[in-house]
């Protein structure tokens, strides 16, 4: 499979229908097991995945995770109907969705409303966790899915989180860039340096984009 390209004019990909994907409220227990809630970006470390043992002799104690991690600003910015991110940290610049069918979606002007991201693709990093720290304090979502190269539709929810605290997910969770619910913002991005990257194209695999709704009323508590 080639490798996916990120940058691309909208219109480039076909009307699919819409699979709409549950928005949680990101707590504590809701966030458990993809990763955990951040309440200081300062004094908070990220786990860097051990190198894999290779054969029958183990890696040396001590070795084998100190590639360390990078950092930078995140952006998520919208350009009329289309979604753009900026990681600053690896140098990325990606489309990361869009708020209609992409056959109609314009860049130069709104023409629907920003109640929903429809997401194209996903991917995870196996060589450590992530985290995003909301720098202008709003509310912003994370779709997420739990590991395994199986990915499924089912699998996939949204966290919705208030903007007072950052969401840390593990290495190999199935994740997209942040969304900002309202217009632009910025999150600090903190991950593994190697960034290794396993993606899906959504649109491709499955027929269909993940409606990821940017709708508070939409939002469920576990």
């Known amino acids: 499979m080639n ?3 990120y940058i691309f004019e909208a ?9 709409e994907v ?3 409220r990101a707590t504590e227990k809701s966030v458990e097991g993809y990763g955990c809630l951040v309440d200081d970006p300062d004094s908070f470390e990220i786990t860097i995945t051990r190198w894999p043992q290779q054969g029958w002799r183990p890696i040396d104690e001590g070795t084998g995770d100190e590639g360390g991690y990078v950092e930078g600003v995140f952006k998520g910015t919208w350009q ?3 979604l753009y991110g900026e990681n600053e940290a690896v140098n990325g610049n990606y489309v990361l969705g869009w708020s209609t069918d992409p056959q109609q979606a314009k860049t130069e002007a709104q023409t629907a409303p920003r109640d929903q991201v429809l997401l194209w693709h996903m991917n995870y990093h196996p060589d450590g966790g992530q985290m995003f720290w909301p720098i202008d304090n709003k509310p912003f979502i994370v779709p997420v899915a ?3 190269d199986n990915l499924t539709l089912d699998k996939v929810v949204a966290f919705w989180c208030d903007g007072d605290k950052g969401l840390y997910i593990h290495a ?3 994740h997209e ?10 999150f600090l991005d903190r991950q593994g340096a190697v960034h290794a990257r396993v993606s899906a ?3 491709q695999e499955f027929g269909v984009y993940l409606s990821c709704p940017l709708d508070p009323s939409k939002v469920k508590d576990l």
């Open 3 to 5: 490798a996916p390209e």
């Open 11 to 19: 219109s480039s990909k076909p009307s699919l229908p819409w699979h």
């Open 22 to 24: 549950p928005l949680i």
């Open 80 to 82: 009329g109907d289309v």
């Open 146 to 148: 739990l590991p395994g």
């Open 172 to 174: 190999g969770i199935w």
């Open 177 to 186: 860039g942040i969304f900002p619910v309202q217009d632009d913002q910025r």
């Open 201 to 203: 194209d959504i649109g």
